[in-house]
């Protein structure tokens, strides 16, 4: 039984990281920012944003996260991102290291 819950809380827990929107995040277009005050972060992976590249911005993809967030540390961010799920966990991701989400993007 308690191994039961234990696993079903796992799950909720996976699934909540992955698939609930993130409050308090708005969509914006990248075009339209003010680039001085806000550093824009290509999360998508290389062969999508080698294929559609958005200009000034870091390339991420989640993969590499945890390594290399030291590089935008401190300042505020525009999340571009291919889908719902790239931009849950990056935004999440952002935020639990104290870095400022402002904004994001999806490039379908």
Not at 46 to 59: G, H, Q, R, T
Not at 61 to 78: F, Q
Not at 90 to 106: C, N, P
């Amino acid at each position: 039984m308690v191994v039961m819950i234990l696993t079903l809380l796992i799950l909720a827990v996976i699934y909540y990281k992955r698939y609930i929107p993130v409050v308090g995040v708005q969509s914006a277009d990248v075009n339209s920012l003010d680039k001085e005050s806000v550093k824009v972060v290509d999360v998508r992976d290389y062969n999508e944003s080698y294929k559609d590249p958005v200009v000034e911005a870091v390339n991420m993809p989640i993969a590499y996260m945890k390594r290399n967030y030291h590089e935008i540390a401190g300042k505020n961010i525009h999340v571009v991102a291919a889908d719902e799920l790239e931009k849950n966990m990056s935004i999440r991701f952002f935020r639990k290291r104290g870095i400022h989400v402002t904004s994001y993007t999806l490039m379908n």
